[in-house]
T-cell receptor, first 113, second 113 residues
Framework: DAGVIQSPRHEVTEMGQEVTLRCKPI?????LFWYRQTMMRGLELLIY????????DSGMPEDRFSAKMPNASFSTLKIQPSEPRDSAVYFC???????????FGNGTRLTVT | KQEVTQIPAALSVPEGENLVLNCSFT??????LQWFRQDPGKGLTSLLL?????REQTSGRLNASLDKSSGRSTLYIAASQPGDSATYLC????????????FGGGTRLMVKP
């Protein structure tokens, strides 16, 4: 079991640029979550998918953020255009059945200058 | 809306001490509660999952208890070691929130040799 795989591990970009974060959930898991973690706000849920369908995106900060899950083994979180306040660690997590433990990737540390 | 609080935010203890980390939640209608550990620069690692019908779960030197009616959970760490130094987070899964978790802010633990 390779765990949840995220790429890149680190991303440094300039304000206004497009950023795409990638996630491969654990094989067989059918729920996928995107979280953002900052010192000030802790862990915030951005969006989650069940069976590749977005269920709740109320945590997505604004229209600059979008997420897709084209198939069961891949998801992307895109920020366009990026701003310095988007700097944070972005985590992807997955789980199988309802109520099962949630498994996290190692995160992508995003810095927008 | 569910709110999860962890007190203290930081804790420093000498090696060998038994210690208790606290987690409280405002809405007792939960499905389960999960404890995580986060090392610097890493994702969250699941430690223990307690179902709402359970009172406690044990794994090695860790014991987590749940008192749903009072909205509390504790994580007990026996004979603490420097390798236990990390941030510990609790998260609850509500009955009516789909598969989403609400996280506490975490307790940053330092175990001094």
């Amino acid at each position: 079991d390779a765990g949840v795989i995220q790429s890149p591990r680190h991303e440094v970009t300039e304000m206004g640029q497009e950023v795409t974060l990638r996630c491969k959930p654990i094989s067989g898991h059918n729920s996928l979550f995107w979280y953002r973690q900052t010192m000030m706000r802790g862990l915030e849920l951005l969006i989650y998918f069940n069976n590749n369908v977005p269920i709740d995106d109320s945590g997505m900060p604004e229209d600059r953020f979008s997420a897709k899950m084209p198939n069961a083994s891949f998801s992307t979180l895109k920020i366009q255009p990026s701003e310095p306040r988007d700097s944070a660690v972005y985590f992807c997590a997955s789980t199988s059945l309802f109520g099962s433990p949630l498994h996290f990737g190692n995160g992508t540390r995003l810095t927008v200058t | 809306k569910q709110e999860v609080t962890q007190i203290p935010a930081a804790l420093s203890v000498p090696e060998g001490e038994n210690l208790v980390l606290n987690c409280s939640f405002t809405d007792s209608a939960i499905y389960n509660l999960q404890w995580f550990r986060q090392d610097p620069g890493k994702g969250l690692t699941s430690l223990l999952l307690i179902q709402s019908s359970q009172r406690e779960q044990t794994s090695g030197r860790l014991n987590a208890s749940l008192d749903k009616s009072s909205g509390r959970s504790t994580l007990y760490i026996a004979a603490s070691q420097p390798g236990d130094s990390a941030t510990y987070l609790c998260a609850v899964r509500d009955n009516n929130a789909g598969n989403m978790l609400t996280f506490g802010g975490g307790t940053r633990l330092m175990v001094k040799p």
